[in-house]
């Protein structure tokens, strides 16, 4: 059984005890399910008489005129008649129709084989009178479900006649399919009044009353009285939660990961070149200090390389620290730009990696003397 059937089959075990309850269940399973037919009545003739004589008597009044010379006119009465139909497939649904209409009419059906329930004669008449001679389009009348109770029974109705729900294991999802946008506007307004927020969307020529937000959901399971499945519910959602956060953590500190793999590489690929170009040595004391300490450990953190001085530096300071070695870096990568780009004004025509600077020109300043240092 999918999870929407399993949620009806617990529904359809509580029944409603109050009898407006009953009321208000039918009439959200008839707005849904049922069809009213209106059946011509035979046509019947009669004619005003006095003097407490009745209509069709044979015999004359003393005294009156004969029937032949009669000229009072006759008046024709129609008597109509009602026939009420619910339509469903669905065995537990039929059942439920059944004991309702059972408490509330004391009908007792006799065709059970068939997918129809049908109602006539004065059974019929005393529903339509206690459904308040339902209004068509899928309404029903206000009056039916004017308290708390009685709008909860009614939600129950509509759900068990048209509504549907997801596995929350796969999405959260609550939806009742209208029969026009009327019937979906009045079930909203009594969503409204438990302060859920359902939507509306057209689909396949019905427009279908909505649900998406986990909270909700499981407020409307707890409005219909479907206390196992909403203790269900709430237990998948708080495993998805947690799972949820889990792997918000988990992809957040691979990305803090990745990026202090990419800083750190960065870090010793400038500490390289200040190696490679003019030597450790020329850093200051603090500076040389931490570089020697990257060289050793590339794969330490920012905090773990502060504990390792001496004495101990925090995170922002050592951050610090190699922002300075980056800033010396760059400065010979620019010189060795400048290099590539005048030719001759280098040694050989290139930057002379063992000078540590150019021979000539701007760019035969030291990086020590540019002050970054």
């Known amino acids: 059984m999918s999870y929407s059937s399993d949620l009806k089959q617990e529904l359809l075990g509580r029944f409603p005890k109050d009898r407006a309850c009953q009321t ?5 399973i008839f707005s849904f399910l049922g069809e009213v037919r209106v059946i011509p009545g035979s046509k019947e003739a009669s004619k005003k008489v006095s ?27 129609f008597h109509e008649s009602h026939s009420i139909t619910f339509r469903t497939d669905q065995t537990g649904l039929r059942d439920r129709i059944l004991s309702l209409l059972d408490k509330l009419i004391n009908f007792k059906d006799e065709t059970s084989d068939t997918d129809s329930i049908i109602l ?10 206690i459904l308040h001679h339902p209004m068509g389009q899928g309404l029903i009348e206000n009056g039916l479900i004017e308290g708390w109770e009685e709008k ?9 006649a048209g509504g549907s729900i997801s596995d929350p294991n ?57 206390s196992v499945t909403l203790l269900d519910f709430e237990n998948i959602r708080i495993r998805k939660d947690m799972n949820n956060a889990v792997n918000r953590k988990v992809n957040c500190e691979t990305a803090n990961i990745g990026k202090m793999v990419e800083a750190a590489v960065r870090e010793v690929r400038d500490i390289e ?58 400065e010979i990568r620019k010189q060795e730009e400048n290099c590539d780009e005048k ?10 990696r063992s000078n540590t600077h150019c021979t000539s020109g701007t760019a035969g300043k ?8």
């Open 24 to 28: 208000a269940e039918l009439a959200g």
């Open 120 to 129: 006539t004669g004065p059974k019929a008449e005393k529903l339509l009178d």
């Open 343 to 352: 030719g001759s004004s280098c040694s050989d025509g290139k930057f002379n």
């Open 366 to 373: 030291s990086v020590s003397e540019s002050g970054l240092l």
């Open 170 to 226: 796969k999405s959260y999802h609550f939806e009742i399919a209208a029969r026009n946008p009327a019937q979906a506007r009045q079930i909203v307004s009594v969503m409204e009044t438990f302060d859920l927020h359902g939507k509306t969307v057209a689909r396949q020529g019905r427009t279908v009353v909505y649900l998406k937000e986990s909270n909700e959901i499981s407020d409307m399971l707890n409005i219909m009285e479907a």
């Open 51 to 77: 003097d407490g004589a009745f209509a069709g008597d044979s015999k004359e009044a003393p005294g009156s005129a004969s029937s032949g010379d009669s000229k009072e006119p006759q008046q024709e009465t």
């Open 273 to 330: 070149l200040i190696r490679d170009t003019r030597g450790l040595g020329s850093l200051s004391g603090k500076l040389r200090e931490t570089a020697e300490l990257r060289l050793l450990h590339p794969d330490a953190s920012l905090l773990e390389l502060g504990r390792m001085m001496d004495p101990p530096v925090g995170k922002s300071g050592v951050n610090h620290r190699l922002r300075r070695i980056g800033a010396v870096a760059d």
């Open 152 to 160: 909860r029974a009614y939600l129950r109705g509509c759900f068990l």
